[in-house]
């Protein structure tokens, strides 16, 4: 930790943006279902639609990071090195935000980057077309990842994915996905 | 099989022919979990002309489990074009869900199977 790294701060910045949720390290099986679970009762007495929605984009964005971080740390329980990574939750007035942060190998960048790109570009029917086409496709051998979570989150929350890399160190970047589900529109 | 809260009820009658899967699943490794379903699965449609009835009532499943939904339809269709079964998928979904209701369209759409939608 840095001298000027203050808890204090970090934790306001969080209360004044309204963190549902937020947690660093490895994203376990049994981890993700505890934080899924306090997700869900927190966000599904509102409308249960984006509640599930939420749940849902938040279990892609998770098991991302599980399988495709460059950072792993060794499971005992799973027997496997799993994926570590930074997951957050907030709410605005008008919508709520789901991120995920990890490493990622800069030899990956521009195919996720094309990958984004190519998503957001598509329009709901093609959208549609495109997901059913990839989940037809066969399975990738390189991963148990079914290559459909980003059109699945797009879909869910009619926004664009909002993805950004940063430079970490020669062979690593950091990766930042966001997606924003808007609440209902409330009728005056 | 009983369910965790990533892990779904699988409930397979081999008498009567009624199949069901329900509850959540969004277990990271599905091809391992669902490993056992598939064994069990092409061994009871080994055996022609059998009736059977196959009820999903998800809450939630993540998209590494979509595909493997997808595998069991294929396998249903596949029974029922070449070996005289009689499939007939109930997709029940909460009333207000409704992507889980559009899921159900979608997989109906992917493959030739009776499919009902049933809210409740």
């Known amino acids: ?188 | 099989m009983a369910g965790e809260n990533y892990i779904p009820t699988v409930d397979f009658n081999y008498d009567t022919g009624i199949l069901e899967i329900s509850g959540e699943s969004y277990h990271e490794y599905t091809i391992e979990f669902y490993q056992p379903i598939f064994d069990w699965l092409n061994k009871y449609l080994s055996e022609p002309n059998r009736t059977i009835t196959f009820n999903f009532r998800m809450t939630y499943y993540n998209t590494s489990t979509s595909r493997r939904f997808l595998e069991i339809f294929d396998i249903l269709e596949e029974y029922q074009n070449e070996k005289g079964g009689k499939v007939t998928v109930n997709w029940y979904y909460q009333k207000d869900d409704v992507d889980m209701l559009e899921s159900g369209e979608e997989y109906s759409e992917d493959v030739d199977l009776t499919f009902n939608l049933l809210p409740y």
């Not at chain 1, 993700?32 to 929605?53: E, F, Q, V």
């Not at chain 1, 160190?169 to 808007?182: F, Q, R």
């Open chain 1, 1 to 188: 930790m840095e001298k000027d790294f203050k808890v204090y701060s970090f934790y306001k910045q969080m209360q004044v943006n309204s963190v549902i949720l937020s947690f660093k390290g490895a994203v376990s099986q049994d981890l993700l279902s505890r934080l899924a679970g306090s997700l869900k009762k927190k966000s599904l007495k509102d409308d249960p639609n984006i509640g599930r929605r939420i749940f849902s984009i938040f279990i892609e964005l998770s098991q991302n990071v599980h399988l495709h971080s460059a950072e792993k740390s060794y499971s005992l329980a799973e027997d496997r090195p799993i994926g570590v990574g930074f997951l957050l939750v907030s709410e605005a007035e008008d919508c709520y935000w789901v991120s995920s942060s990890n490493l990622v190998k800069k030899e990956k960048v521009e195919h996720i980057n094309n990958r984004c790109v190519h998503i957001n570009s598509l329009d709901e029917e093609s959208l549609k077309a495109f997901y059913k086409e990839q989940r037809r496709a066969p399975q990738r051998t390189d991963s148990p990842g079914a290559n459909i979570g980003l059109i699945e989150m797009v879909r869910k929350s009619n926004n664009p994915l909002d993805v950004q890399f940063f430079d970490m160190d020669n062979d690593t970047s950091i990766i930042t996905l966001t997606v924003k589900l808007n609440k209902p529109k409330i009728l005056n």
